[in-house]
């Protein structure tokens, strides 16, 4: 069965500092992978999907970044964190039509 | 465009009642419908999911209701117990843009013993 782990879990940076967190997913070949952010107390929204190594789609333009350097592997970056990023991240994988996996989360705090 | 959800609206219902959510969507398009369930700090649950060539699915407990006309969908919980209080989020994904899966505003359960 597909699984999907996040790290780290809860993350607390400093304004300005960069940022990396990392999905990666076990149990499957050339997913299609997802970043969503939730801010506290409201929905998911959608941030950079992926269909293969190198490819990457945005869907709100923002001050974060995506890259796919291995198959089962996305990374969520930026260069100079703002206070408006932190939220819970969630990576998840899309594989046949009908089955979606969110991973467990990363929880982000922004001071 | 996206469906960014707003401040969550709140369900309060008493434990062995039956709880009604419902969400509203966004693309006529849409023809495939989930609903999650998210706890405090975990990732969403999938709970149960529709196709649109069908206006009703049953699970355990939950039943799924939707209505394309009015581009409506609704989790129905028989006999709410404590356990599911939690964030539900519905998600709608289409064919011309199958790789997407936008969610709907959620509400929040609260199951008062």
């Known amino acids: 069965s597909q699984t999907i782990h996040q790290w780290p879990a809860t993350l607390v940076q400093p304004v300005g500092s960069p940022l990396s967190l990392e999905c990666t997913v076990e149990?499957?070949?050339?997913?299609?992978l997802y970043w969503y952010r939730q801010a506290a107390g409201r929905g998911l929204q959608l941030l950079f999907y992926?269909?293969?190594?190198?490819?990457i789609s945005s869907e709100v333009p923002q001050n974060l970044s995506a890259s796919r350097p291995q198959d089962r592997q996305f990374i969520l970056s930026s260069k100079k964190l703002l206070l408006s990023d932190s939220g819970f991240y969630l990576c998840a994988w899309h594989g046949t039509r009908y089955l979606w996996v969110f991973g467990p989360g990363t929880r982000l705090t922004v001071l | 465009g996206e469906s960014v959800g707003l401040h969550l609206p709140t369900l309060s219902v008493q434990e062995g009642d039956n709880s009604i959510i419902n969400c509203a969507y966004s693309?006529?398009?849409?023809?495939?419908f989930i609903w999650y369930k998210q706890e405090s700090g975990k990732g969403p649950q999938f709970i149960i999911d529709i196709r649109s060539n069908m206006d009703k699915r049953q699970g355990q407990r939950v039943t799924v209701l939707l209505n394309k006309t009015v581009k409506h969908l609704s989790l129905q919980i028989a006999a709410t117990q404590p356990g599911d209080s939690a964030v539900y989020f519905c998600?709608?994904?289409?064919?011309?843009?199958?790789?997407?899966?936008?969610f709907g505003s959620g509400t929040r359960l609260l199951v008062r013993p």
């Open positions: 149990g499957t070949s050339n997913p299609n």
């Open positions: 693309n006529s398009a849409s023809d495939y």
């Open positions: 998600a709608e994904n289409s064919m011309d843009s199958s790789y997407k899966l936008i």
């Open positions: 992926s269909v293969g190594i190198g490819q």
